[in-house]
């Protein structure tokens, strides 16, 4: 059985087309060292480590709405860290957008 663990929020911003993906020990020790306060039988070692992105608006509101030039292209992004679990729903947004206006 293996956990995966990630930091929320506490990235560095940064942009797709410049992130630095270089994992660094430290951000391991710290993630495992709060993992250990929550679970503290949690023992193993670290199976894998990767660099991931999500996307934060400044208000950390979703972004969704029609394209400005073009109504028939519907937009959503911008979900900060919480679009996963959103993704039924803003579905049917998209849909209805682009169905109805
Ligand atoms: C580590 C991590 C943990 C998260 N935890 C949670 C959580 O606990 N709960 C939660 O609700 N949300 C969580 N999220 C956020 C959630 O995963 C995102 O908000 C959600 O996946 C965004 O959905 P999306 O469809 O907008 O983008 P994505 O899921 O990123 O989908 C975009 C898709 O477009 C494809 N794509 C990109 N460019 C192109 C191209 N040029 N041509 C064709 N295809 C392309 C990509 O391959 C990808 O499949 C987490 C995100 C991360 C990274």
Redesign the pocket.
């Known amino acids: 059985m293996g956990f995966k663990l990630?930091f929320f929020r506490l990235g560095t911003p940064t942009m797709a087309s410049t992130v630095d993906r270089a994992v660094v020990e430290e951000e391991n020790e710290t993630m495992l060292a709060r993992a250990r306060e929550l679970l503290p039988h949690l023992g193993y070692p670290v199976v894998q480590a990767k660099t991931?992105?999500?996307?934060v608006t400044p208000d950390e509101h979703f972004v969704i709405g029609s394209h400005p030039e073009h109504d028939q292209v519907a937009i959503?992004?911008g979900?900060?860290?919480?679009?996963?679990?959103?993704?039924p729903v803003v579905g049917e947004i998209l849909a209805d957008l682009v169905q109805h206006g």
């Open positions: 990630g991931c992105l999500y996307s959503a992004w979900f900060s860290g919480h679009g996963f679990k959103f993704v």
